[in-house]
């Protein structure tokens, strides 16, 4: 059984920065690769960031050039940075891990961006 862990969401202005970290326990095996997906109110899931085994990244176009993910494998946990943030992107942000074709998912922390 795999269990993920997410932290750091929270209140924040627009234009400032916030880091979510994503720890994963149990058991961590052949991990395909890591990610963040959030969904705002009334929305669809959707991807925000993935980094894969190999240290490849992916980002939505929304959120480039603003958001970094980073997986330090040492210690099975992917970060999220996040600078300039808008209000669009208050929601909850969610970390998945892929192991072996099967999707684990945290339970989500809310991140809220006020005008």
């Known amino acids: 059984q795999v269990q993920l862990v997410e932290s750091g969401g929270g209140l924040v202005q627009a234009g400032g920065s916030l880091r979510l970290s994503c720890a994963a326990s149990?058991?961590?095996?052949?991990?395909?690769?890591m990610g963040w997906y959030r969904q705002a109110p009334g929305k669809q899931r959707e991807l925000v960031a993935t980094t894969t085994s190999g240290g490849s990244t992916a980002y939505a176009d929304s959120v480039k050039g603003r958001f970094t993910i980073s997986r330090d494998s040492a210690k099975n946990t992917v970060y999220l940075q996040m600078d300039s943030l808008k209000p669009e992107d208050t929601a909850v942000y969610y970390c998945n891990l892929a192991q072996l074709g099967r999707v684990h998912w945290g339970p989500g922390t809310q991140v809220t961006v006020s005008s």
């Open positions: 149990g058991s961590i095996f052949s991990i395909n690769g």
